[in-house]
């Protein structure tokens, strides 16, 4: 939330290594090779977990903050889930629980970025307001999650409000999911479920 009062930080939230890597990729050609007075903001973990391989062409996506992760499981109930960071477990698991227990597809898609969502949303709302005779332009969010069907649920280990920065265009029905207030734990997992951001959680917030 900080990082979107500051036209030149470029804030990122990955949950894999090769997300990271190609943030800084493209981070150093920016600012050394085309010498663009813009800085990086990246959020990393302390937590270990098995890192995926990186999907097929998925390298626009990651720099412009969503795209597709996993395809849904064959179910008869459509959902989305947007993870962020370390939240893709609970995700991963969610979707897992949801087709085996209650018939639900979740696509599940990685958010990178809601600050780049959010600033390339408000230019296609600005263009759009100017333009009012041309063919009106759709936010690069709203065009990703558009071909998807049943409710969004966007989880965090940030506040609610930071996925609830492109909740106006969102194409479908939206609950974000995050850490707001205080809470201490012993455990992660705890810690997790105090903030109501665990599977379990996940799976009530897509019923």
């Known amino acids: 939330?900080?990082?979107s009062a500051v036209p030149v930080c470029e804030a990122y939230d990955p949950a894999f290594a090769y997300e990271m890597a190609t943030i800084i990729s493209h981070g150093?050609?920016?600012m050394y090779v085309e010498e663009e007075d813009v800085f990086y903001y990246l959020t990393l973990y302390n937590e270990n977990y098995a890192q995926p391989p990186k999907p097929a062409d998925?390298?626009?996506g990651i720099i412009a903050g969503l795209y597709r992760w996993a395809d849904a499981p064959a179910a008869a109930v459509p959902a989305t889930i947007v993870f962020s960071g370390s939240a893709h477990g609970a995700a991963r698991e969610a979707q897992v629980d949801l087709?085996?227990?209650y018939g639900v597809g979740a696509a599940l898609y990685s958010a990178t970025s809601y600050k780049r969502l959010r600033e390339e949303a408000l230019t296609v709302e600005r263009w759009?307001?100017?333009h009012p005779t041309e063919?009106?332009?759709v936010p690069y969010v709203t065009r990703t999650l558009a071909g998807g069907?049943?409710?969004?649920?966007?989880v965090s280990d940030y506040m609610k409000a930071v996925p609830d920065q492109v909740g106006r265009w969102m194409p479908r029905s939206f609950v974000p999911l995050g850490t707001d207030g205080y809470g201490r734990s012993d455990t992660r997992e705890a810690l997790r479920?105090?903030?109501e951001i665990d599977t379990g959680h996940l799976v009530v917030a897509v019923l």
Do not use: C, K, T, Y
Not at 149 to 154: C, D, E, L, R, T
């Open 135 to 137: 063919e009106p332009m």
């Open 128 to 130: 759009n307001r100017l």
């Open 149 to 154: 069907a049943g409710p969004i649920v966007a």
């Open 58 to 60: 998925s390298d626009v």
């Open 193 to 195: 479920r105090f903030f």
């Open 99 to 101: 087709a085996e227990h």
């Open 1 to 3: 939330l900080l990082a």
């Open 28 to 30: 150093l050609h920016r």
